[in-house]
T-cell receptor, first 114, second 116 residues
Framework: GNSVTQMEGPVTLSEEAFLTINCTYTATGYPSLFWYVQYPGEGLQLLLKATKADDKGSNKGFEATYRKETTSFHLEKGSVQVSDSAVYFCALSGGGGSNYKLTFGKGTLLTVNP | GAVVSQHPSRVICKSGTSVKIECRSLDFQATTMFWYRQFPKKSLMLMATSNEGSKATYEQGVEKDKFLINHASLTLSTLTVTSAHPEDSSFYIC????????????FGPGTRLLVL
């Protein structure tokens, strides 16, 4: 079945540091890939997505590129802010499963210090 | 983006009572909604898929008689935790699926349930 593996946190960075959160997946076919963000005490918000190989999703300075050859969708940001502190979830849908059922990674807690 | 609300945001109840959680899509119609459960410091676990006008589809290991789901309209799905016990305490999150070519799930803010 489908699965998502993302780097375990917590990740602690200083403001303006470079961020990478690794995500790899297992799926048959061509899944859609997502990054969701969960701020403290809130539900999930879609951060970005990519629906086919080599697509790059981007939003709020975050980027992730759909790499089929390495089955990866790593999240990056060039300069993090304190307000980026949250839990980040990598997820996929489709890829041999339901087109819209999401399979989530375990989440990575990011803390950005001033 | 599309907005999904949940009510209540937080509920405390006594063991043995039932609790109903509402999930509403505020600015779009959703024939499909999902209910997730999130344990502390863990990922989201899909509990069931809620389909408007038909029975919900439950994931393996989720008790359908324990977690009753009703999707009576295109903008409302409810999850009722029946005869709640302390082990049912959790963060419950719903999502609603937009229709059309670019289907996207939008998530509600979650409901924190504490069973005493």
């Amino acid at each position: 079945g489908n699965s998502v593996t993302q780097m375990e946190g917590p990740v602690t960075l200083s403001e303006e540091a470079f961020l990478t959160i690794n995500c790899t997946y297992t799926a048959t076919g061509y899944p859609s890939l997502f990054w969701y963000v969960q701020y403290p005490g809130e539900g999930l918000q879609l951060l970005l997505k990519a629906t086919k190989a080599d697509d790059k999703g981007s939003n709020k300075g975050f980027e992730a590129t759909y790499r089929k050859e390495t089955t990866s969708f790593h999240l990056e940001k060039g300069s993090v802010q304190v307000s980026d502190s949250a839990v980040y979830f990598c997820a996929l849908s489709g890829g041999g499963g339901s087109n819209y059922k999401l399979t989530f990674g375990k989440g990575t807690l990011l803390t950005v210090n001033p | 983006g599309a907005v999904v609300s949940q009510h209540p945001s937080r509920v405390i109840c006594k063991s043995g009572t039932s609790v109903k959680i509402e999930c509403r899509s505020l600015d779009f119609q959703a024939t499909t909604m999902f209910w997730y459960r999130q344990f502390p410091k863990k990922s989201l676990m899909l509990m069931a898929t809620s389909n408007e006008g038909s029975k919900a589809t439950y994931e393996q290991g989720v008790e359908k008689d324990k977690f009753l789901i009703n999707h009576a309209s295109l903008t409302l799905s409810t999850l009722t935790v029946t005869s709640a016990h302390p082990e049912d305490s959790s963060f419950y999150i719903c999502s609603a699926l937009t229709s059309g070519r670019k289907e996207t799930q939008y998530f509600g803010p979650g409901t924190r349930l504490l069973v005493l």
